[in-house]
């Protein structure tokens, strides 16, 4: 099963860091870990993706776990633009045709 | 303008014909995808292309057709409309197995 589970919703302050889980107990040696998110009435927009080891870029780091059975991305200071859908998903190598985005974790931001 | 974009935004069309939802990305992306997004199923892969006249399918490919007979351009037709596919259609596009830039997205009601 290429799925990946995650967390509803969650809840953050402005300001406030963010961190938003998702589980990959079934991932293979060779898929990397990707995360979108989604803001209203929009595509999806890509965030950041990893292997093994952590990753940071402007918009967010990811944690991967060291058994890599779960990952974890940090958004350092949430800003009410924040606030969207978003999804972790498992991409092995060039064959998307199992690429499944799941339900994703709304995350809703406060003032 | 660069980018990716998708038309019609918003189509009615009505049980058994045909449809036809147009792709265009200005970045020369080998990889072009399709997507529907329904509520309580996320994002679900139609149909991908690693290249011109090169297509595969993905996770719910029953019920339309997709051709790339151009790099840049990458149409989905739903032959005989039916009540299921009203949804929201978004498009994608890659240069590698990395960051997806997916499209505005495009309305379809099926009535």
């Known amino acids: 099963d290429a799925k990946t589970t995650q967390p509803n919703s969650m809840e953050s302050n402005e300001e406030e860091p963010v961190h938003l889980p998702c589980n990959h107990s079934t991932i293979s040696g060779t898929d990397y870990i990707h995360w979108y998110r989604q803001l209203p009435s929009q595509g999806p927009e890509y965030v950041i993706h990893g292997l093994t080891s952590n990753v940071n870029n402007r918009m967010a780091s990811l944690a991967i776990a060291e058994d890599r059975k779960s990952s974890t991305l940090i958004l350092h200071r949430a800003t009410l633009r924040d606030a969207a859908v978003y999804y972790c998903?498992?991409?092995?190598?060039?064959?998307?045709?199992?690429?499944?985005f799941g339900q994703g974790t709304i995350l809703t931001v406060h003032p | 303008d660069a980018g990716i974009t998708q038309s019609p935004r918003y189509k009615i069309t009505e049980t058994g014909r045909q449809v036809t939802l147009m792709c265009h990305q200005t970045w020369s992306h080998s990889y072009m995808f399709w997507y529907r997004q329904d509520l309580g199923h996320g994002l679900r892969l139609i149909y991908y292309s690693a290249a011109a006249d090169i297509t595969d399918k993905g996770e719910v490919p029953d019920g339309y057709v997709v051709s790339r007979s151009k790099t840049e351009n990458f149409p989905l037709t739903l032959e005989s409309a039916t009540r299921s596919q009203t949804s929201v259609y978004f498009c994608?596009?890659?240069?590698?197995?990395?960051?997806?830039?997916f499209g505005p997205g495009t309305r379809l009601t099926v009535t």
């Open positions: 994608a596009s890659s240069e590698s197995s990395w960051e997806q830039y």
């Open positions: 998903i498992r991409i092995g190598g060039t064959s998307y045709g199992k690429l499944t």
